[in-house]
């Protein structure tokens, strides 16, 4: 490594023209990776639910469904906008009632189930489907041309509309995150280092792994819009501390030596070994998201892994000739440092340890119960903001004509048609169910001759297959709804085992059941692969132990807090969170158990140890935690979007959390267990006898 230090340092000039060089293909990628706006996309392929959902598209041309909501016009205006709107790109059908009868005809001539289902006063209401699934380019953009006509009191609600508004808010408000991350983070790292010029230094230096990360993410093939909107601020969060080891170093080595080349060659050989074991552990946390069913994880998982392997080898490569540059600069532009080592604190902790850890047992396990009790909530559109045009045509759906979701049932063609008469009258009469259609439904003595059903048939026959069409007056991912599909499972699987249902509503049905399973799983892989990880560097079969016990106390504090304020939690945080907390925060224990083992090989005893630790990690732990809580805070202010608020507003209160708990539990914990450590750990220093303190 000492070579390769001093290959960096010489040639750090060319490595330097070669890193903005490769900015260039990093923004074409970035430019070329699609964005997901569709999170129950990433439902495993084998749930009944996307299996039903492949049929729907396959078959019946239908995976994607929105209703129109059109107020105060006349029938034959709404006739000339549902052929300006067949008229668009990417739209398949436009329903209307002209579908199955003239608009000469009376309204009240119709038969009453399809005028219920169409009219509601003075407003109707048109089914569009689209020749593409939900979160493609084409159907996108045949969305924000039909939104248009909101201009003239028109809504369009459901789940592809609900997409496109997601869309639109993200690309508006992610460069707005961006900005207030970077001038928090900024501003904190003003308050810990000694000069003004060295923060715009580290910025600079970090912009390279970051476009690095998100031009690469082209070879992905897509990333989801939440992997879009955090990776920036979560890259610039974790891998400041890199930045800060090196200048720290450089500015060591500068006093001991005269030659700055010489200088920086050092500081990279010491500090290449400190950031990468650092680095692993929150490598580790991310990677763990990859176990998750739902392939958000994975997406969000191999993108902040790779954006923390980009930051390790830019600190190496790029910084160092960019701190080089600019030394003159800001050796120039100094000011006092105002994150200064704590003196009352590490005295306060030793001498109160034992009363500390008294709390610690206390506080722990109120906080797993309110932790593993925290209101979650999985409609997605509970995080849009209400006054989005897919709200308003939502809320105007369920007023007017009692519909929140519609499910799509689907059933071989082999079922008898009185069966399903039959279906359709007992999923008729169960709670929630404003009406089904189906052609099945139209046929018979009651239909007058003015009503032509092959319009309809031609919908709803396809591939083999037969299609009930349910409107609930349901939430999806309500409890109501999913008790509402598990009793038209038990009635349609009656007549058809092979039946499923498709839609938003069974979709997040499948996402609950995923989720569930995948927060025990990743907690699990996360914990196993850092304590596997921090049990190889301190070789040692105690340390691990203590070390994640003091994050996972913050992480439950964290997660704690919403239960007891009565706040609901988007379904993602829970399993996103912990891991990230984990993987982000272990590094500031790992520092503050590093300190103390160096202090215990110095000679002092464990409490004093302890105290110089404290005293001596607290300007980095509190730097380090403090961007991380800026950055994510200001987004979390912000955020017109409440799953992004309540990620970043989670992981901001989680990082100051573990700074707490590490600056006075973990502590606490090393001198209550350092007989236990110094038997468990391999080359541990013996404890000298105890010193009295003030």
Same mark, same amino acid.
């Given at each position: 490594?000492?070579?390769?230090?001093?290959?960096?340092?010489?040639?750090?000039?060319?490595?330097?023209? @070669?890193?903005?060089?490769?900015?260039?293909?990093?923004?074409?990628?970035?430019?070329?990776?699609?964005?997901?706006?569709?999170?129950?996309?990433?439902?495993?392929?084998?749930?009944?639910?996307?299996?039903?959902?492949?049929?729907?598209?396959?078959?019946?041309?239908?995976?994607?469904?929105?209703?129109?909501?059109?107020?105060?016009?006349?029938?034959?205006?709404?006739?000339?906008?549902?052929?300006?709107?067949?008229?668009?790109?990417?739209?398949?059908?436009?329903?209307?009632?002209?579908?199955?009868?003239?608009?000469?005809?009376?309204?009240?001539?119709?038969?009453?189930? @399809?005028? &219920?289902?169409?009219?509601?006063?003075?407003?109707?209401?048109?089914?569009?489907?689209?020749?593409?699934?939900?979160?493609?380019?084409?159907?996108?953009?045949?969305?924000?041309?039909?939104?248009?006509?909101?201009?003239?009191?028109?809504?369009?609600?459901?789940?592809?509309?609900?997409?496109?508004?997601?869309?639109?808010?993200?690309?508006?408000?992610?460069?707005?995150?961006? /900005?207030?991350?970077?001038?928090?983070?900024?501003?904190?790292?003003? #308050?810990?280092?000694?000069?003004?010029?060295?923060?715009?230094?580290?910025?600079?230096?970090?912009?390279?792994?970051?476009?690095?990360?998100?031009?690469?993410?082209?070879?992905?093939?897509?990333?989801?819009?939440?992997?879009?909107?955090?990776?920036?601020?979560?890259? #610039?969060?974790?891998?400041?501390?890199?930045?800060?080891?090196?200048?720290?170093?450089?500015?060591?080595?500068?006093?001991?030596?005269?030659?700055?080349?010489?200088?920086?060659?050092?500081?990279?050989?010491? !500090?290449?070994?400190?950031?990468?074991?650092?680095?692993?552990?929150?490598?580790?946390?991310?990677?763990?998201?990859?176990? =998750?069913?739902?392939?958000?994880?994975?997406?969000?998982?191999?993108?902040?892994?790779?954006?923390?392997?980009?930051?390790? *080898?830019?600190?190496?490569?790029?910084?160092?000739?960019?701190? =080089?540059?600019?030394?003159?600069?800001?050796?120039?532009?100094?000011?006092?440092? /105002?994150?200064?080592?704590?003196?009352?604190?590490?005295?306060?902790?030793?001498?109160?340890?034992?009363?500390?850890?008294?709390?610690?047992?206390?506080?722990? +396990?109120?906080?797993?119960?309110?932790?593993?009790?925290?209101?979650?909530?999985?409609?997605?559109?509970?995080?849009?903001?209400?006054?989005?045009?897919?709200? @308003?045509?939502?809320?105007?759906?369920?007023?007017?004509?009692?519909?929140?979701?519609?499910?799509?049932?689907?059933?071989?063609?082999?079922?008898? !048609?009185?069966?399903?008469?039959?279906?359709?009258?007992?999923?008729?009469?169960?709670?929630?169910?404003?009406?089904?259609?189906?052609?099945?439904?139209?046929?018979?003595?009651?239909?007058?001759?003015?009503?032509?059903?092959?319009? *309809?048939?031609?919908?709803?026959?396809?591939?083999?297959?037969?299609?009930?069409?349910?409107?609930?007056?349901?939430?999806?991912?309500?409890?109501?709804?999913?008790?509402?599909?598990?009793?038209?499972?038990?009635?349609?699987?009656?007549?058809?085992?092979?039946?499923?249902?498709?839609?938003?509503?069974? /979709? !997040?049905?499948?996402?609950?059941?995923?989720?569930?399973?995948?927060?025990?799983?990743?907690?699990?892989?996360?914990?196993?692969?850092?304590?596997?990880?921090?049990?190889?560097?301190?070789?040692?079969?105690?340390?691990?132990?203590?070390?994640?016990?003091?994050?996972?106390?913050? +992480?439950?504090?964290?997660?704690?807090?919403?239960?007891?304020?009565?706040?609901?939690?988007?379904?993602?945080?829970? +399993?996103?969170?912990?891991?990230?907390?984990?993987?982000?925060?272990?590094?500031?224990?790992?520092?503050?158990?590093?300190?103390?083992?160096?202090?215990?090989?110095?000679?002092?005893?464990?409490?004093?140890?302890?105290?110089?630790?404290?005293? =001596?990690?607290?300007?980095?732990?509190?730097?380090?935690?403090?961007?991380?809580?800026?950055?994510?805070?200001?987004?979390?202010?912000?955020?017109?979007?409440?799953?992004?608020?309540?990620?970043?507003?989670?992981?901001?209160?989680?990082?100051?959390?573990?700074?707490?708990?590490?600056?006075?539990?973990?502590?606490?914990?090393?001198?209550?267990?350092?007989?236990?450590?110094? &038997?468990?750990?391999?080359?541990?220093?013996?404890?000298?006898?105890?010193?009295?303190?003030?």
């Amino acid at each position: 490594m000492e070579k390769l230090s001093q290959f960096i340092v010489k040639y750090r000039k060319v490595i330097l023209i @070669i890193s903005i060089l490769l900015l260039i293909p990093s923004v074409f990628g970035y430019l070329n990776t699609k964005v997901n706006y569709d999170i129950l996309s990433y439902l495993p392929k084998d749930s009944e639910s996307m299996k039903a959902q492949d049929i729907l598209n396959d078959d019946f041309n239908l995976s994607s469904v929105d209703m129109l909501v059109v107020n105060n016009m006349k029938d034959k205006d709404v006739l000339k906008l549902k052929k300006e709107i067949q008229g668009i790109q990417g739209v398949d059908k436009v329903i209307w009632r002209d579908d199955a009868t003239d608009i000469t005809v009376p309204k009240e001539a119709i038969p009453e189930n @399809i005028r &219920k289902m169409l009219y509601s006063g003075d407003s109707t209401m048109l089914i569009i489907t689209f020749k593409e699934p939900t979160a493609s380019d084409t159907t996108m953009d045949a969305i924000a041309k039909i939104k248009k006509y909101a201009a003239m009191d028109c809504y369009l609600a459901g789940f592809s509309a609900i997409t496109e508004d997601t869309k639109d808010l993200v690309n508006t408000e992610t460069p707005i995150y961006s /900005l207030i991350a970077v001038i928090l983070c900024l501003f904190v790292l003003c #308050l810990g280092l000694k000069s003004w010029v060295a923060p715009i230094v580290f910025l600079i230096g970090i912009a390279f792994p970051i476009i690095y990360n998100m031009g690469t993410n082209v070879f992905l093939g897509q990333i989801s819009y939440i992997t879009q909107a955090l990776a920036l601020i979560l890259q #610039l969060a974790v891998t400041m501390d890199y930045s800060i080891f090196l200048l720290h170093r450089y500015q060591e080595e500068k006093q001991k030596v005269s030659d700055k080349e010489l200088a920086m060659s050092k500081a990279i050989h010491a !500090t290449f070994v400190s950031i990468t074991s650092s680095s692993v552990t929150t490598i580790a946390g991310f990677l763990a998201l990859c176990a =998750m069913q739902l392939t958000l994880g994975k997406d969000i998982g191999i993108v902040m892994a790779k954006g923390v392997v980009l930051g390790v *080898v830019c600190t190496v490569l790029v910084l160092p000739s960019l701190l =080089m540059a600019f030394d003159p600069w800001i050796e120039k532009w100094s000011h006092p440092v /105002l994150i200064r080592p704590l003196k009352r604190t590490p005295k306060f902790v030793v001498k109160h340890y034992k009363a500390i850890l008294i709390v610690f047992v206390l506080l722990f +396990i109120p906080a797993i119960y309110c932790q593993a009790n925290v209101g979650q909530y999985y409609d997605l559109t509970q995080t849009l903001p209400e006054d989005l045009p897919s709200v @308003i045509g939502t809320n105007q759906l369920k007023e007017k004509f009692n519909m929140t979701t519609t499910h799509f049932t689907i059933l071989s063609d082999q079922v008898k !048609t009185k069966d399903i008469q039959k279906i359709i009258d007992r999923i008729e009469k169960v709670d929630g169910v404003t009406n089904v259609i189906g052609y099945e439904k139209y046929m018979g003595p009651g239909v007058p001759s003015t009503f032509e059903p092959k319009a *309809v048939q031609d919908i709803l026959h396809n591939g083999g297959k037969r299609l009930l069409v349910i409107n609930s007056d349901y939430r999806a991912a309500t409890d109501q709804e999913n008790k509402q599909l598990d009793q038209i499972d038990s009635i349609i699987h009656k007549y058809d085992p092979e039946a499923k249902i498709a839609g938003e509503g069974s /979709l !997040t049905r499948d996402l609950i059941h995923v989720t569930n399973t995948d927060f025990q799983m990743v907690n699990i892989v996360s914990i196993v692969a850092i304590l596997l990880i921090i049990a190889i560097t301190f070789k040692s079969f105690s340390l691990p132990f203590i070390l994640v016990l003091a994050i996972e106390f913050a +992480i439950c504090i964290n997660m704690g807090i919403p239960f007891l304020t009565h706040t609901q939690l988007p379904f993602i945080a829970g +399993i996103v969170i912990g891991t990230i907390q984990l993987g982000a925060c272990i590094d500031y224990a790992i520092l503050m158990t590093t300190r103390f083992k160096e202090e215990l090989q110095n000679g002092k005893d464990r409490k004093r140890a302890a105290q110089t630790a404290i005293m =001596m990690t607290s300007p980095s732990i509190i730097t380090s935690g403090l961007s991380f809580f800026a950055a994510c805070s200001g987004v979390a202010l912000i955020a017109k979007m409440d799953m992004i608020a309540s990620l970043c507003e989670l992981l901001g209160r989680g990082a100051l959390i573990s700074v707490i708990v590490i600056l006075t539990v973990l502590p606490s914990l090393l001198i209550f267990f350092s007989k236990l450590i110094e &038997k468990t750990t391999k080359g541990w220093p013996k404890a000298k006898g105890e010193i009295a303190h003030e």
